[in-house]
């Protein structure tokens, strides 16, 4: 069973970092692309903020090009994504994911419903 155990959120001003960590277990972790998603509510779109590919390619969504990272281990079967120069926008729960990396970059579901079974996700809050 593939499980996704995700740490690393908190409370932060504008401004301030956090760095988030996903450990993965249940899977072949260095034969995956992996990437971080976030939702605001358990309701609201679900946006892809980053991925990295097997071969080390990264992406990142518009609102976060320039101050988040997104980062592997494989020897720890860990993925990360440091966030710098946080912003109230950025506050949601976010999900890390492993998989295809084309259909990473192609979900559009709730991620709320699809991924909380496997991981509880971590909270970001940032107050201004």
């Known amino acids: 069973e593939v499980q996704l155990k995700e740490s690393g959120g908190g409370s932060v001003q504008a401004g301030g970092s956090l760095r988030l960590s996903c450990t993965a277990s249940?899977?072949?972790?260095?034969?995956?692309?992996m990437a971080w998603f976030r939702q605001a509510g358990p309701n609201d779109e679900c946006e892809l903020v980053s991925?990295?590919?097997?071969?080390?390619?990264?992406s990142y969504a518009d609102s976060v090009k320039g101050r988040f990272t997104i980062s592997r281990d494989n020897a720890k079967n860990t993925v990360f994504l440091t966030m710098n120069s946080l912003q109230r926008e950025d506050t949601a729960v976010y999900y890390c994911?492993?998989?295809?990396?084309?259909?990473?970059?192609?979900?559009?579901?709730?991620?709320?419903?699809?991924?909380?079974?496997r991981g509880q996700g971590t909270q970001v809050t940032v107050s201004s």
């Open positions: 249940g899977l072949s972790f260095a034969a995956n692309s």
């Open positions: 994911a492993a998989g295809d990396l084309g259909a990473l970059r192609a979900y559009s579901g709730n991620c709320y419903e699809d991924f909380s079974a």
């Open positions: 991925s990295l590919s097997v071969s080390g390619s990264t």
